[in-house]
């Protein structure tokens, strides 16, 4: 079992609308949660950082934790063509590696 | 812009050949890790240096090497390698090891392997 599960997608949605991307986790021991997010040819930069349990807001962006239901969650309101991209979450526990999900690819249409 | 320069951006390599990645960091961070992310899969973490000292080597293949002259530079010499070793290798930062700390990615070197 991967320790940080996410749909590869494509997620297509069309412009205006929210996009809801998820990951699931297996170690219990995850403190710090992030999204990054990877345009093509680019590498990873990141969106939202979370530590523990609880929502987090930034613009567009919200990221919210549920650490009893192991669940990851990242919402983008009002979405644009320039959200397209593959969306990454990521874990890590205290003194461990940064552990990233496969990432979802996300296509908003005009 | 991040702060992590890699070069170069492509790189294509015959199985015999011997080349080298490089990662450059101007944010005065100590870490610097390399990855490599393959299509449809999670990023693999390869490498870590703290201080330039390795840190952590996760079972990767010997034909990888990596070095760490100083805590800027971070290369990754490449010899005899594998079609299946295609992929995009991307270096990051962070100030340090403690993991509340955000690791800043470059923008990958593409490399084929023919």
């Known amino acids: 079992q991967k320790e940080v599960e996410q749909d590869p997608g494509p997620l297509s949605v069309p412009e205006g609308a929210i996009v809801s991307l998820n990951c699931t986790y297996s170690?219990?021991?995850?403190?710090?949660f992030m999204w990054y997010r990877q345009y093509s040819r680019k590498g990873p930069e990141l969106l939202m950082y979370t530590y523990s349990s609880g929502n987090k807001e930034d613009g567009r962006f919200t990221a919210q934790v549920d650490k009893s239901s192991k669940y990851i969650s990242l919402f983008i309101r009002d979405s644009q063509p320039s959200d397209s991209a593959t969306y990454l979450c990521a874990a890590r526990a205290a003194g461990n590696k940064l552990t990233f999900g496969g990432g979802t690819r996300v296509l908003v249409k005009p | 812009e991040t702060g992590v320069t890699q070069t170069p951006r492509h790189l294509v390599m015959g199985m015999t050949n011997k080349k080298s990645l490089k990662c450059e960091q101007h944010?005065?961070?100590?870490?610097m890790y390399w990855y490599k992310q393959s299509a449809k899969k999670p990023l693999e973490l390869m490498f870590v240096?703290?201080?330039?000292?390795?840190?952590e080597n996760n079972s990767v293949p010997s034909r990888f090497s990596p070095e760490c002259p100083n805590s800027s530079h971070l290369f990754l010499h490449l010899h005899t390698l594998q079609p299946e070793d295609s992929a995009l290798y991307l270096c990051?930062?962070?100030?340090?090891?403690?993991?509340?700390?955000?690791?800043?990615f470059g923008a990958g070197t593409r490399l084929s392997v023919l």
């Open positions: 170690n219990s021991a995850f403190q710090y």
């Open positions: 240096y703290s201080l330039e000292e390795r840190v």
């Open positions: 990051a930062s962070s100030q340090d090891l403690v993991a509340k700390n955000i690791q800043y």
């Open positions: 944010l005065g961070h100590n870490a």
